[in-house]
């Protein structure tokens, strides 16, 4: 299994909504990431796990609210978001508890949120 | 803090024929990995290939190949004999060693066209 599972694929969502974006890996995975993507533009790292434990916050607003239950799990509630948080939220893991050369980041497809 | 530039936004190319992506970075770190992934339509980031700083040798996997020019701090992508699959949206990446984020650029759009 070599798959980073996203739910759900799509996501529309009112300014005064609560939602959760999962993301589940069963590779033994020790660090999760939670990016953000513009159309048209790279990934932004905003939240990593490592080992279950916040490792990086890039600064995120607290309307973005990240938990790792477990090593296996990564959640990302949402709370009265903004339309410029339109995006596709992508969630990542890497086998060791931080990246290198010989450990790739594995990601999957993403949600695609838009906030009305 | 490291960058990571990607100066053609678009490409296109024929099927069957060879393109070259370009990719520069600057940074002060001396251990580091350099990475190519692919962005299909289907949104999944997929990695195409990686390098590491401390290697001479240039990677490659398959028809995918780099010309990894350290001193100039160059990292282009060649992909032989494209393949419609191969349209995507392509992201030159860079991260430390032991670090936790990867940089990645701007991105550039490849179109194989029939």
């Known amino acids: 299994d070599t798959e980073v599972t996203q739910t759900p694929k799509h996501l529309v969502m009112g300014m005064t909504n609560k939602k959760s974006l999962k993301c589940e890996q069963h590779?033994?995975?020790?660090?999760m990431y939670w990016y953000k993507q513009k159309a048209k533009k790279p990934p932004e790292l905003m939240f990593v796990y490592s080992y279950e434990k916040l490792s990086i916050n890039e600064s995120v607003p607290s309307r973005f609210s990240p938990e790792c239950p477990n090593s296996s799990l990564l959640n990302l509630h949402l709370h009265a978001l903004q339309p410029e948080d339109s995006a596709l939220y992508l969630c990542?893991?890497?086998?060791?508890?931080?990246?290198?050369?010989?450990?790739?980041?594995?990601f999957g497809q993403g949600t695609r949120l838009t906030v009305v | 803090a490291q960058t990571v530039t990607q100066s053609q936004p678009e490409m296109s190319v024929q099927e069957a024929e060879t393109v070259t992506l370009s990719c520069t970075y600057d940074t002060s770190e001396s251990n580091y990995y350099l990475f190519w992934y692919k962005q299909p339509p289907s949104r999944q980031m997929i990695l195409v290939i990686r390098q590491e700083a401390y290697k001479q040798q240039n990677a490659t996997e398959n028809r995918f190949s780099v010309n990894f020019q350290k001193a100039a701090k160059s990292f282009s992508l060649k992909i032989s004999d494209s393949q419609l699959g191969d349209t995507a949206m392509y992201f030159c990446a860079f991260t430390i060693n032991s670090g936790y984020a990867l940089n990645f650029g701007k991105g550039t759009s490849l179109l194989v066209t029939p």
């Open positions: 990542a893991s890497s086998r060791l508890g931080h990246l290198h050369g010989n450990t790739e980041a594995f």
């Open positions: 590779m033994g995975h020790r660090a």
